[in-house]
C-alpha cells in the first residue's frame, strides 16, 4: 500500500492570512446569528405584551417566512410599530445577508496561489 505525505507547509503570510480568514469567518457568522437572534427573541417578548399575545406560539422553520412573520408584528398596532421603519430594514438586511453567511458557514475556500502563480 502506497504512503501519502498529507503534511502541508505554508509561509507566515499564508498562515496570517488563514487566521485572518478564519476569524473574518466567525465574525460574519456570529453577527448574522445575534441579529437572527434577537429578531426572534424580540418576536417572543412582544408575545407577552398584549397587543401581540394572540401571534403563534412558534416562528416558521423557513428563514423568509419567519422573517415575513416578524415584519409584520412592526404593522400592527401596538408599541412596535414606533419602529416599524427599523425593524423592516433589519430583516430585509438579514435576507441580503444570508447568501455570505450560508456560503461562509458552508462554502470552501481553495488557495490557487500555485496553479496562478
Known amino acids: 500500500m502506497e504512503e501519502y505525505d498529507l503534511t502541508l507547509s505554508a509561509s507566515d503570510q499564508?498562515?496570517?492570512d488563514?487566521?485572518?480568514i478564519h476569524l473574518l469567518r466567525g465574525a460574519i457568522i456570529t453577527a448574522y446569528?445575534?441579529?437572527e437572534f434577537l429578531l426572534a427573541d424580540l418576536y417572543f417578548r412582544a408575545r407577552y405584551l398584549q397587543e401581540y399575545n394572540h401571534l403563534p406560539n412558534k416562528l416558521p422553520y423557513k428563514l423568509e417566512t419567519k422573517l415575513k412573520r416578524l415584519k409584520s408584528i412592526a404593522d400592527l398596532p401596538g408599541?412596535?410599530?414606533q419602529?416599524?421603519?427599523e425593524l423592516h430594514a433589519?430583516?430585509?438586511g438579514i435576507l441580503?445577508?444570508?447568501k455570505i453567511r450560508h456560503f461562509?458557514?458552508?462554502g470552501m475556500l481553495i488557495d490557487r496561489k500555485e496553479e496562478t502563480g
Do not use: C
Open 14 to 16: 499564508e498562515e496570517a
Open 18 to 20: 488563514i487566521r485572518t
Open 33 to 35: 446569528s445575534q441579529v
Open 79 to 81: 408599541p412596535i410599530e
Open 83 to 85: 419602529f416599524r421603519q
Open 90 to 92: 433589519a430583516v430585509d
Open 96 to 98: 441580503q445577508f444570508e
Open 104 to 106: 461562509m458557514a458552508h
